[in-house]
């Protein structure tokens, strides 16, 4: 979750605090969907070093688009446990797992 704590610090630097905007919303989603394609784009020609950075641009983007939304970072950190617990538990073969 580290990433996610430096996007929120970065965006509260950038005097973005409490800035829960439909216009940021929107502004988010055109980036996600910017750097989406980036993505499609760079697996298409093959560019590993493009795809890398268009996957840490999309975390940042998606980042901002929660912030932008007014979701605060301790319950991103606790949604995120969450669904870290569901993954892992596809793997478990006895309940006691």
Known sequence: MNIVSKVYEWLETAGKGNDYSSEGRTLALG???EEFEELVEAMNNGDRH???NACIDLIWV???FAYFSG???EVIKRHAE????????????????
């Open 50 to 52: 493009e795809e890398l």
């Open 82 to 97: 969450l669904v870290e617990k569901e993954n892992f538990s596809k793997f478990c073969i006895t309940e006691e797992d």
């Open 71 to 73: 979701i605060p970072l």
């Open 31 to 33: 980036l996600i969907r």
């Open 62 to 64: 998606i980042t901002n």
